[in-house]
């Protein structure tokens, strides 16, 4: 079973890892959409603080990661999935019901957030440290 997910995954931190191993567990391929520094602009409205090459670098030396390929549109998550055949696609809670429209594709799963970390929490951390 092929599993697909998305995100930004700027300054990787325990609830990335968390979720891609979570992914990895619920199939036997996990393949990850890394969202462009573009598309990250377009979502965020700011530039992710590591650029999109050292982004999927560090996702695709993950041992949970079988494959890594880059996010350039939201709106084209239903192409992504069938280009990579996925069985299945995995989102963070966050997203929950925004991608049930794709369930007709493959099976849609929502999996909880890790509490009390992200990374724009970690942007406002750091900026106060002195
Ligand atoms: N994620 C998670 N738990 C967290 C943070 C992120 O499970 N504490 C998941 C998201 O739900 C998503 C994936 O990790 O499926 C990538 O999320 P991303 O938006 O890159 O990370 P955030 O830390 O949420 O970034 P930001 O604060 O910029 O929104």
């Keep these: 079973m092929k599993i697909i997910t998305f995100g930004t995954f700027d300054m990787f931190h325990i609830g990335h890892l968390n979720i891609l191993e979570r992914a990895k567990e619920q199939g036997d391929r996990l393949i990850v959409g890394v969202s462009s520094d573009a598309l990250n602009f377009s979502k965020k409205s700011r530039n992710p603080i590591c650029d999109e090459d050292a982004r999927m670098r560090i996702v695709s030396a993950l041992k949970c990661v079988d494959e890594v390929f880059l996010e350039e549109s939201l ?56």
């Design 75 to 130: 709106a084209l998550k239903a192409e992504y999935i069938q280009r990579h055949q996925a069985d299945c696609l995995i989102m963070g809670d966050d997203w929950a019901g925004k991608f049930d429209h794709l369930a007709d594709l493959c099976k849609v799963i929502y999996l909880p957030r890790t509490p009390a970390i992200s990374t724009t929490q970690l942007i406002e951390v750091v900026k106060e440290i002195k």
